[in-house]
């Protein structure tokens, strides 16, 4: 089993839908949960932290539910900038500062 | 925010030469800063940790004398590709950890695309 499984997608969605992405992790000692974008041929963007509570900016929702190791990233009223690939990133446990990175999900917003 | 810089941000080279990479945090110290390598449509894949003063730790399978890292300050690492041949074509990402605050915090260099003929 893979460290952080995502579905690679594509998803293919109208301008204003909504659209869930889904990541999976088999280390249950992680520590810390992250969302990362990445464009074409750039590097990866910090979009958001995850948090057992569940955090909320703007038009993005993140959550993890610890107990089934699944961190979830919804996006709301979805724009064309919003095209990029989603990367689900897990930090170890510990002091160990190393993270685990997804395969990314590709969304692509269409008009 | 922090920033990290990464030069050169496009190489193409000979098969053979070597080619040396730089990563640079501008604004702060970084005491650990990590090399990535990404293969079109796969994901980040971690090459090495490189702690200032010290040896980096390679991950498995990555050849520590084929990849030379060299973290000689708290602001600059360097990656070498030493002979490189056409598969080390890829795109190479550096990222920075600050010596203090959010340890959860890591930035990224704009990465530097590597295409050996």
């Known amino acids: 089993r893979k460290e952080v499984e995502q579905d690679p997608g594509p998803f293919n969605v109208p301008e204003g839908a909504t659209v869930a992405f889904n990541c999976t992790y088999s280390?249950?000692?992680?520590?810390?949960f992250f969302w990362y974008r990445q464009d074409c041929r750039k590097e990866p963007k910090l979009l958001m932290s995850?948090?057992?509570?569940?955090n909320e900016d703007g038009r993005f929702t993140a959550q993890l539910n610890r107990a089934s190791q699944y961190i979830s990233l919804l996006i709301r009223d979805s724009k064309l900038s919003d095209s990029a690939t989603y990367l689900c990133?897990?930090?170890?446990?510990?002091?160990?500062?190393?993270?685990?990175w997804g395969l990314g999900t590709s969304l692509a917003v269409n008009p | 925010g922090a920033v990290v810089s990464q030069h050169p941000s496009r190489v193409i080279c000979k098969s053979g030469t070597s080619v040396k990479i730089e990563c640079r945090s501008l604004?702060?110290?970084?005491?650990?800063m990590f090399w990535y390598r990404q293969f079109p449509k796969k994901s980040l894949m971690l090459m090495a940790t490189?702690?200032?003063?010290?040896?980096?730790?390679?991950e498995q399978g990555v050849e520590k004398d084929k990849f030379l890292i060299n973290h000689a300050s708290l602001t600059l690492s360097t990656l070498t590709v030493t002979s490189a041949h056409p598969e080390d074509s890829s795109f190479y990402i550096c990222?920075?950890?600050?010596?203090?605050?959010?340890?959860?915090?890591?930035?990224f260099g704009p990465g530097t695309r590597l295409t050996v003929l």
């Open positions: 990222s920075a950890y600050p010596g203090t605050g959010n340890t959860d915090t890591q930035y």
């Open positions: 604004d702060f110290q970084a005491t650990t």
């Open positions: 490189s702690n200032e003063g010290s040896k980096a730790t390679y």
């Open positions: 280390n249950s000692a992680s520590q810390s």
């Open positions: 995850v948090y057992s509570s569940g």
């Open positions: 990133v897990v930090k170890g446990d510990g002091n160990n500062r190393k993270l685990i």
